[in-house]
RNA sequence: GCGCCCGUAGCUCAGCCGGAUAGAGCGACGGCCUCCUAAGCCGUAGGUCGCAGGUUCGAGUCCUGCCGGGCGCGCCA
């Protein structure tokens, strides 16, 4: 029940009598206006620009269209003033009863509340994460990933059928370097003198307990393997250890994926070849020889003829190779025989959530998803700026070469998954973002995500104390809600009705931060009527002599403490019963 | 050199499709617990929204140009 959507409804009813009735041209478009909440409360709770927006069009004054706006909208339903305000503004307050139905609304609907039906059960794939599977995840990856996730179930919650995807990249020579560094660690828990860490290996330690389980199992018979014998089994055996940490590691922040595709069996079942093939009949590959690209030298540049996509015929600035010098098909080659295999699998709609280091390869990327799909299917992607990594104010350069590598792991073991999806979705995924490791262990208990807690705690205190008193708390929806009178009250009522309208707009615009910020605004005006209990006795929620104000204000609390839950539900942050 | 992203309070960040007097948290300072959880509430201080133009009834928001920062610029992933 999104009142905003609702009024929006009625002011463009009203317009369309204005021209009906010949005060707006005929011919005029009723687009581009809104309605919105207006910033200052004393405007009332709904507002409109239509006239301001229409003056132009309609060639006249914002005036001349406000007044019988506002004339047509007295009238309806629920309306209980209506006021034109200085440029144009329309400013409507409403009766009480129209919240009354909004928390009838939300308690008949739990945590369903508010979850509108957008997406209309069409298919969308959201691809995230897909970090290589050459080491664990670090606190750069957790960015995309809690977004991802968040966004997933933004998405699920406003009528989407909603696939999370990680796509492995274990296609290229990057299996290979991780099959030899696990091969010098191998060599080191059989006790052989080996040395340090090959040039071009992986030296983290991370696969020190790897290469105990592989001697675990075959002992020491790959010892004086060449390496051909041992690289397809040390390949498998490190990427699946890899996958299965990077698996634990999501389990502990709370992301669980549906489907993990592989590129390697991609290429073995020789998708990429048809892929290519599908291509070429459409006329988009060919084969041609590359500019160098302006400004920027490269060293050993030989021009070349290759194997190359027409990405021009869909925007990018330069046609893409396919196939790489070895013959070997290139990560773009493969790329698109990804996404065409989600668009076989029926996706339509992909999102895919990238970093910002891959930002130069978003436009190729939609021009291959076009061409496959011969325009049916589209890519949408969401970067992710990139984390700066500080300690105590020092940035802390993460270099997978030196082996310094502060996991993911590491930090949600430290501060917990709900401080850090809420630090990770208290942001815009295009701005830049310093992640003080120090200070998020010192301030990780003052983080937001308490404070929406623990609104949601005290809520189910009352309703602990409630039951002690032996207060009935179920079927709240025939309390009497008029008798919520007080200015706190209506604060929670109309913060609670602004729910449906914010999820939507978090949808539409593919940031969950939103939600984030809105259950901060929810959680203080509950805070807030909390202390006007302590401040006036009379106002406290349960109130002894008065059982039906009792049930009124707990009809209040528990559609609040819905909203958190289901709120935070999509953040992917856990509602607590209690702080303490 | 070119492309994308960012620049808002001391710090970290919001600011809705262009809307009314630019907000929150942290930090600083000052108040509020005999009573449903003080991980809370109230107040004070703190801003030329990077700079300069432009578009218009109206610009933190859109356009152009600068400045500053990040990322990227055949066959790596």
Redesign the pocket.
């Known amino acids: 029940m999104n009142l905003f959507a609702i009024f929006e409804g009625e002011v463009r009813r009203a317009l369309e009598r204005l021209r009906e009735r010949g005060e707006l041209p005929a011919e005029l478009a009723l687009e ?1 206006w ?1 309605v ?5 409360p ?2 009332g709770q709904v ?1 409109t ?1 239509a006239a ?2 229409l ?2 069009p309609a060639r006249t004054r ?1 005036m001349a269209i406000a007044e019988p706006l506002a004339d047509l909208l007295r009238r309806v339903e629920g309306v209980a003033e209506v006021t034109v ?5 329309v ?1 409507l307050r409403l009766d009480d009863a129209v919240f009354h139905r909004v928390l009838r609304a939300a308690l008949r609907d739990g945590e369903r509340f508010g979850l509108v039906d957008l997406g209309r059960g069409a298919k969308v794939n959201v691809e995230y994460c897909s970090a ?1 599977p050459t080491g664990p995840l670090h606190v750069g990856h957790g960015r995309g990933t809690v977004y991802g996730d968040a966004l997933a179930a933004l998405l699920a919650a406003t009528g989407f059928h909603v696939t999370r995807e990680y796509y492995v ?1 274990d ?4 299996i290979e370097t991780l099959a030899r560094s696990l091969h010098h660690r191998y060599r080191e828990a059989l006790g052989d003198a080996v040395g340090p860490m090959p040039e071009g290996g992986y030296p983290g330690d991370y696969l020190v307990p790897v290469a105990h389980a592989l001697v675990e199992r075959d002992g020491d018979r790959w010892r004086d393997a060449t390496e051909p014998e041992w690289m397809a089994p040390f390949g498998d055996f490190a990427k699946a250890a890899m996958l299965a940490r990077i698996k634990d590691d999501l389990k502990a922040l709370r992301v669980e994926h549906d489907v993990f595709t592989s ?1 390697a069996e991609l290429l073995a079942a020789g998708v990429v070849e048809r892929c290519i093939a599908e291509l070429e009949e459409r006329g988009l590959v060919y084969t041609g ?2 500019e ?5 030298a ?1 060293e ?5 003829p ?1 194997l190359l996509f027409r990405a021009t015929a869909f925007g990018d ?1 330069t046609d ?2 396919l ?4 013959g ?1 098909w ?3 080659a493969n790329d698109i025989a990804n996404h065409w295999d989600k668009y076989r699998r029926g996706f339509k709609e992909m999102i895919d959530v990238w970093g ?7 436009k190729r990327m939609q021009a291959g998803v076009q061409g496959i799909t011969g325009g049916d299917g589209a890519l949408e992607v969401k ?1 992710c ?2 984390v ?1 990594l500080m300690d105590g104010g020092q940035p802390l350069k993460m270099s997978k070469r030196a082996g310094r590598i502060v996991t993911l792991r590491d930090v949600v073991d430290e501060v917990g998954p709900d401080v850090f999806r809420f630090i990770m979705l ?3 995924n ?5 992640f003080d490791l120090q200070k998020v262990v010192e ?1 990780s ?2 983080n ?1 995500v ?2 929406v807690q ?1 609104a949601h ?2 809520i ?3 309703f ?2 409630a039951a002690e008193a032996g207060m009935a708390t179920a079927e709240l929806g025939d309390a009497p809600l008029a008798r919520l009178a007080d200015e706190g009250e209506r604060a929670v009522l109309e913060a609670i009705a602004q729910y449906p ?1 914010t999820l939507a ?1 978090a949808a ?2 593919r ?1 969950p ?2 939600i984030a ?1 809105y259950l ?1 605004e929810l ?2 005006a509950v ?9 006036e ?1 009379s ?4 109130v002894e002599d008065d059982e039906p104000l009792t049930r009124a204000r707990l009809a209040l609390l528990e559609s609040a403490r819905t909203v958190i839950a289901g709120g935070l539900r999509v953040l992917g942050v856990e509602p ?5």
Request: aromatic share 10%; net charge positive; no cysteine.
């Open positions: 581009g809104t919105e909440p207006p910033r200052d004393g405007h507002a620009n301001l927006v003056a132009k914002p305000a200085k440029p144009g503004f400013n290589n990249n296609g290229g020579a990057q590129e020889t590359l160098p690209p302006k400004g920027k490269i050993d540049w030989e021009p070349r290759q600035d893409r190779p196939q790489r010098s070895t070997d290139t990560y773009f910002a280091d891959h930002g130069g390869y978003v970067l700026q990139l700066q208290t942001r815009k295009d701005a830049a973002l310093d301030q208990k003052d937001p308490f404070y623990y705690a005290r189910r205190s009352v602990r104390h309208r707009l539409e615009h940031e931060h939103r910020f901060e959680a203080g805070h807030r009527l909390w202390t006007r209990g302590k401040e006795a106002l406290r929620f349960l607590v019963e209690a702080m303490r």
